[in-house]
DNA sequence: CACACGTGGGG
DNA sequence: TCCCCAAGTGT
């Protein structure tokens, strides 16, 4: 694969580019660092629809990266409840915190030192260095992978072909215009190479590809594990207005949110007897790895129970639950807690 | 290297 | 309803 495959990519990247929040358009300069580094964070494993809302609340509520290293950690987990994986969340305030107090609030150009910085992985810091440094980073992503992998009709699983596909990717990169180059090579995955479906018609590329007779067939996947089931339940405790949130432990499964308090009894180290629990119905959840099957359950107590009878929970009012920065499974069984009955 | 880690939209 | 998946990272 030669510069051909690049100048056609960037050629139809200048009369097709996605206008987005975050973009410059073709040929311009590059987007503020602070800019590529939060959309990048928020697209990992993200579609453009979603997050397009959060990129335009958080640069509005926080600017710069100084602005953002200098919020609560609450109120920017709260921002991100709805987008998912919160550990990126996590990492974004630590990595604002980094670059706020090592690199004076501006961000390395160096894609190493990009990569060295919390929640930035291999295809983040190619991703800035190309796109807000101009620098010739070789960027690999899924649309990277899977045009690479129908271009030249690649048989490996795309779990055993990284280093086949990177060497590609490093030889279809172009010297000049890396962050255009890197923004038409996701567009053009996102847009005509896509996984079902793909428009080979309109592809400025299509007459290299040699997926082309059959590309569906590309990349090769590993059969995918089945998703196991899980069933839990969550406790909806109400008392004069208010609602009794916890917030998760810091690691793991929507780490460091506010929530229900879950588990198979309530959560109180008090006395239950003579409490009406009623049963308000079942939320069920799809995570990535598990099916979740979530049961209701609902107390309307009398008297606010002693506050050293919960480990970390907080009174939210009941009003304005739709503020507390519940991730959707949470808000889903506010929802079923609520509801009429 | 395999698995944990969210969510909502599309076919 | 169900399966796939979307600009990955951390462990």
Redesign the pocket.
């Known amino acids: 694969m030669s510069t051909c495959f690049a100048a056609k990519l960037l050629a139809h990247y200048d009369a097709n580019a ?1 206008t ?1 929040p ?2 410059s358009p073709p040929g311009a300069p590059p987007p503020d660092p602070y800019r590529v580094w939060l ?3 928020m ?8 997050a397009i809302p959060y990129f335009n609340t958080f640069i509005t509520r926080w600017p710069s990266v100084a602005a953002l290293a200098a919020a609560d950690d609450t109120a920017v987990m709260a921002a991100w ?8 969340a996590r ?1 974004l305030i630590k990595c604002a915190r980094v670059v706020a107090l090592e690199y004076g609030g501006v961000f390395p150009a160096d894609e190493a030192a990009l ?1 060295a ?9 190619a ?1 800035m260095a190309a796109i807000a440094f101009g620098a010739r980073a070789v960027v690999v ?3 990277v992978k ?1 045009v690479m992998a129908r271009v030249h009709a690649i048989e490996t699983p795309l ?2 072909a ?1 280093v086949q596909l990177h060497a590609h990717a490093t030889a279809a990169t172009p010297h000049g215009r890396p962050g255009d180059y890197a ?1 038409a090579l ?2 053009l ?2 847009t005509l190479c ?4 793909p428009k080979c018609g309109q592809c400025p590329v299509a007459r290299a590809c040699k997926g082309r007779a059959d590309p569906t067939r590309y990349p090769v ?2 059969p ?4 196991p089931e899980r069933r839990e339940t969550a406790w909806w405790i109400e008392v004069g207005g208010h609602v009794l949130l916890v917030e998760r432990p810091t ?5 460091g ?1 506010r929530a229900l308090p879950v588990g198979d009894a309530p959560p109180m180290i008090a006395d239950w007897r003579g409490v009406d629990w009623q049963n308000m119905g079942n939320v069920r ?6 099916s979740l099957d979530l049961a209701v359950q609902r107390a309307m107590l009398l008297a606010r129970p002693a506050p050293e009878n919960f480990h970390a929970g907080l009174w939210w009012p009941v009003a304005k639950i739709e503020t507390a920065g519940l ?6 069984a506010a929802r079923c807690a609520m509801a009429a009955s």
């Not at 409840?81 to 990126?88: F, M, P, T, V």
């Not at 910085?117 to 810091?125: C, K, Q």
């Open positions: 996605r987005l975050w973009r959309s990048e964070i697209l990992q494993q993200t579609t453009v629809a979603a409840a709805g987008l998912g994986y919160y550990a990126r990492n990569r910085l919390p929640g930035i992985g291999a295809y983040t810091a991703a992503d899924g649309n899977r779990s055993q990284e923004q996701m567009d995955g996102a896509t996984p079902r479906a996947h590993a995918k594990a089945p998703r690691n793991g499964l929507l780490g949110m959840h799809i995570f990535t790895h598990f991730p959707s499974l949470f808000a889903k």
